[in-house]
T-cell receptor, first 112, second 117 residues
Framework: GQQVMQIPQYQHVQEGEDFTTYCNSS?????IQWYKQRPGGHPVFLIQLVKSGEVKKQKRLTFQFGEAKKNSSLHITATQTTDVGTYFC????????????FGKGTLLTVNP | DTEVTQTPKHLVMGMTNKKSLKCEQH?????MYWYKQKAKKPPELMFVYSYEKLSINESVPSRFSPECPNSSLLNLHLHALQPEDSALYLCASSQSTGVLSYNSPLHFGNGTRLTVT
């Protein structure tokens, strides 16, 4: 079945440092979505990428979708304590509108 | 704040109990979902309803019984659960551009934290 691998599993940074999490799929994706889940909270949708090579920015967050539509990344510039949480990617397999496959997530902690 | 409302927030039940989880959304979304999330794990899909019809059952044990009374409401009936069923149960909804579509993002509720004793 389709797998979406996400690394790293954990990342601890000092406030102000940058952070990146990566997702890699075994199959071509039609789109990839990113979610953030604060500790004790629920996943909140951040963004969806659809086009090959697409890059989208939200303030300090930059999202990329690979040319082959098999990988994606989320980069946070100058982390803040409010960035703490688990970031999940979720991919939709090409040719299927059936099921999002979530990565295992990256837990980001920020030391003030 | 979330536009998908789940009740109760917390639930403790014994293995012989029957309980129900409730979910409500008023965004006009026609796809609704139940997910199960264990600690430090991603959400796992359980059921999908599209236009009030059950479209997907991810081989969930029959002790979990979903129900979609109308386009705004989604229930999950629980009976004879096991301790390993303890988890965060998340309801989600999304716009549906077809009979079934994941092309639109999921709006999650706050979840029900379930403990089975």
């Amino acid at each position: 079945g389709q797998q979406v691998m996400q690394i790293p599993q954990y990342q601890h940074v000092q406030e102000g440092e940058d952070f990146t999490t990566y997702c890699n799929s075994s199959t071509t994706l039609s789109n990839i979505q990113w979610y953030k889940q604060r500790p004790g909270g629920h996943p909140v949708f951040l963004i969806q990428l659809v086009k090959s090579g697409e890059v989208k920015k939200q303030k300090r967050l930059t999202f990329q979708f690979g040319e082959a539509k098999k990988n994606s990344s989320l980069h946070i510039t100058a982390t803040q304590t409010t960035d703490v949480g688990t970031y999940f990617c979720a991919g939709l397999r090409g040719g299927s509108n059936y099921k999002l496959t979530f990565g295992k997530g990256t837990l980001l902690t920020v030391n003030p | 704040d979330t536009e998908v409302t789940q009740t109760p927030k917390h639930l403790v039940m014994g293995m012989t109990n029957k309980k129900s989880l409730k979910c409500e959304q008023h965004m006009g979304h026609r796809a609704m979902y139940w997910y199960k999330q264990k600690a430090k794990k991603p959400p796992e899909l359980m059921f999908v309803y599209s236009y009030e019809k059950l479209s997907i059952n991810e081989s969930v044990p029959s002790r979990f019984s979903p129900e979609c009374p109308n386009s705004s409401l989604l229930n999950l009936h629980l009976h004879a659960l096991q301790p390993e069923d303890s988890a965060l149960y998340l309801c989600a909804s999304s716009q549906s551009t077809g009979v079934l579509s994941y092309n639109s993002p999921l709006h999650f509720g706050n979840g029900t934290r379930l403990t089975v004793t």
